[in-house]
């Protein structure tokens, strides 16, 4: 397809630069930083892997903020549920992927209201209208 859109994977220096910002424990960047060291070997190729997890995830939330927010509020509501001493183990397995549904869609409303996402789709909507093409 002609008109997809790549976006180049950011380099090993971007995605540790990019760890050391964040606002984790050091504990939590140690583990980061691990995972974009994973590599595996396929054929004769290597292929940085953790590179590839990491530089999805990081674009990813800067494309959709409000979605990155929903599911992490999604996933500490079932956390929080969940670890409730006896409804916790009746409630969590049904209300946790509720939850995280209802928080992913309202992120994607907020991102779609927001102004960002509705331009991105309207363009790539936009790119299958026949009558745009010559």
Do not use: Y
């Amino acid at each position: 397809m002609a008109d997809t859109i790549v976006v180049p994977m950011a380099s090993k220096r971007e995605i540790l630069d990019r760890i050391e910002r964040l606002t984790v424990s050091a504990d939590a960047k140690v583990l980061l930083h691990q995972l974009a060291g994973v590599t595996m070997r396929v054929g004769n190729q290597l292929v940085e892997v953790g590179r590839c997890i990491l530089s999805f995830v990081f674009e990813a939330v800067k494309l959709f903020p409000h979605i990155a927010l929903g599911v992490v509020v999604g996933f500490t509501m079932w956390w929080l549920i969940g670890s409730a001493a006896l409804l916790g183990a009746l409630l969590g397995p049904i209300l946790g992927p509720l939850l995280v549904a209802f928080g992913l869609g309202m992120g994607a409303i907020a991102d779609v209201a927001d102004g960002g996402l509705r331009s991105r789709v309207e363009d790539f909507a936009g790119s299958f209208d026949p009558a745009d093409r010559n």
